[in-house]
């Protein structure tokens, strides 16, 4: 069997064997994308699902054809057809319910972020680590196809030192009465926690290791007790910088979702490729070296290489799902989106918080 990127193969060859999976937290992301995506996945097979309400869990039952439900985690957990779980529940279970699914010996699929807190991502990676089952986070972004193009031209040396890393990710999420995401104690916090760390995870990933962290964070439009705006710097630890601006207060259609990389030979422009869809276009402005100073400052010098970055589509939930099912099946441990990585976000998120509270830069 050939493999491609992240140990995805390229082609079936003869029958393939699936992990069988079940879903905790049924409802929201997961049926909005993570669920359609495992089922077009190729190494595994969902089998099983489990929602807040039995109204719900029937809904979803019904929807994908799955054919067995249940109204518990522990009835789903102690269910020995089961080989993996996707946890897409409020943030507050994550650490309850991961450590009972790695106590059942499940392998695990745990959305983001981690969890409220570094104390409680702690133990979410020392339970996995002490039982040995397989986990990984759903930082999706990281399987887009751009993206995983742009981190070869980086590798390659094509975008030559990076310098500066910069995101956006933006929606229009109003006052909604019993939304979790609103609710400090379910959430952790607003516009940073949610959706900041998908960000911080992608240009870690691009950029290295997140040192030091400033931040400013507020909430300017809605009524509830979270940020709906939060703008970050960050330092990596090669001296490149990074800025990272995640807002719950923009319009839909306003925010473009972009990326952007930047080295001393050229940029990596992107637009649309931030987010969940897994869609955008990504443009490369590269010399072939290091341009002596040019006192004109031409923004088209001749030996400027203009062109889109080509890459065959994914979807990212399906990628994601084959990405830990591959791990499984193997018996190797997974090496993107490791819970240790995880558990370094929240670090980044808690040093963001006590920048945005101090006023004061604050290193991780």
């Not at 339970?127 to 995983?148: C, N, Q, S, T, W």
């Not at 956006?168 to 926690?193: A, H, K, M, N, V």
């Not at 760390?197 to 400033?214: K, P």
């Amino acid at each position: 069997m050939h493999f491609g990127p992240f140990g995805i193969p390229n082609s079936q060859e003869g029958a393939m064997e699936k992990v069988r999976w079940g879903v905790i937290g049924a409802g929201g992301i997961a049926d909005r994308r993570t669920i359609p995506g495992m089922q077009k996945a190729r190494f595994a097979e969902l089998i099983a699902v489990m929602s807040r309400t039995r109204e719900s869990t029937d809904r979803v039952a019904e929807k994908y054809r799955v054919p067995k439900r249940y109204y518990s985690e522990e009835d789903l957990l102690a269910d020995p057809e089961v080989e993996a779980v996707y946890i897409a529940t409020p943030v507050y279970l994550h650490r309850p319910q991961t450590v009972a699914a790695a106590q059942a010996g499940k392998h695990i699929l745990l959305e983001k972020p981690l969890a409220r807190n570094a104390s409680e991502a702690e133990e979410i990676v020392q339970a996995v680590r002490d039982i040995g089952v397989k986990a990984i986070e759903g930082y999706m972004m990281k399987f887009h196809p751009l993206h995983k193009r742009a981190k070869e031209l980086i590798e390659e040396g094509r975008l030559g030192r990076p310098v500066l890393g910069r995101t956006q990710l933006s929606c229009w999420y109003p006052d909604i009465p019993g939304t979790w995401r609103q609710d400090p104690e379910q959430g952790g916090g607003g516009s940073l926690i949610d959706m900041a760390t998908h960000c911080y995870d992608l240009l870690r990933w691009f950029l290295g290791r997140i040192v030091q962290v400033a931040a400013f964070v507020n909430t300017q439009i809605f009524q509830y007790p979270v940020e709906d705006s939060a703008t970050t710097l960050l330092l990596f630890e090669g001296g490149a910088h990074g800025m990272v601006d995640t807002f719950f207060n923009i319009p839909d259609a306003a925010g473009k979702d972009r990326l952007e990389l930047y080295g001393d030979r050229g940029s990596l422009l992107a637009e649309g490729t931030i987010g969940q869809t897994g869609g955008g276009e990504m443009t490369a402005y590269l010399s072939k070296e290091v341009r002596p100073y040019d006192p004109l400052q031409d923004k088209a010098p001749p030996d400027l290489l203009v062109e889109p970055v080509q890459a065959e589509p994914a979807d990212l939930y399906a990628a994601e799902v084959d990405y830990l099912s591959q791990c499984i099946l193997e018996d190797r441990e997974p090496e993107i989106n490791t819970l240790e990585d995880g558990l370094g976000i929240i670090r980044v998120v808690e040093a963001a918080y006590e920048s945005a509270r101090t006023g004061r830069a604050v290193e991780v």
